[in-house]
């Protein structure tokens, strides 16, 4: 079963873990967080990052870790870029709920599967949606602004 390990600007990180756990509360072991912090530098925040990664790989000995920051060439990113090997840790930028979702509900396959599922995840969550007309309502062909819409 492979791990998870998000970092992102906080509170972001934390935040996504918890509504993730919502959902999967079983994948508590398997969901790991860094919150990066402003006044922080980059290299505490990679030290931080790497005793992560070395606990989510200890955990069975052909364990894999897909890491999933938030925005690309931003410090969380480029903080990750450093921890990944590309063998036993993948990476992927530009993480949202439904990416983060797929990948913790896909855990169980392959690392390369679990990447795969986790992009398309995150990109089918991003849509735009329709205005629908509230429950049980007609939606009106006329605005407040029409002539035979005023009220005196």
Not at 55 to 62: D, E, F, I, S, W
């Amino acid at each position: 079963m492979n791990s998870i390990l998000l970092i992102a600007h906080s509170p972001l990180a934390h935040a996504l873990r918890q509504c993730a756990l919502h959902v999967f509360p079983e994948a508590e072991d398997c969901v790991g967080a860094l919150d990066v912090l402003p006044n922080v530098s980059p290299e505490e925040t990679l030290g931080a990052a790497r005793i992560i990664l070395a606990q989510q790989l200890g955990r069975a000995p052909r364990a894999q870790v897909l890491v999933l920051t938030d925005v690309f060439g931003a410090t969380p990113c480029n903080v990750a870029q450093q921890l990944v090997d590309g063998a036993r840790s993948r990476l992927v930028a530009g993480v949202n709920l439904p990416m983060l979702l797929r990948a913790v509900t896909y855990r169980h396959e392959p690392l390369d599967a679990q990447v795969q599922r986790a992009i398309a995840g995150g990109t089918a969550g991003v849509m735009q949606v329709a205005v629908a007309a509230p429950q049980n309502q007609v939606r009106r062909k006329y605005s407040d602004q029409d002539i035979r819409d005023h009220q005196q």
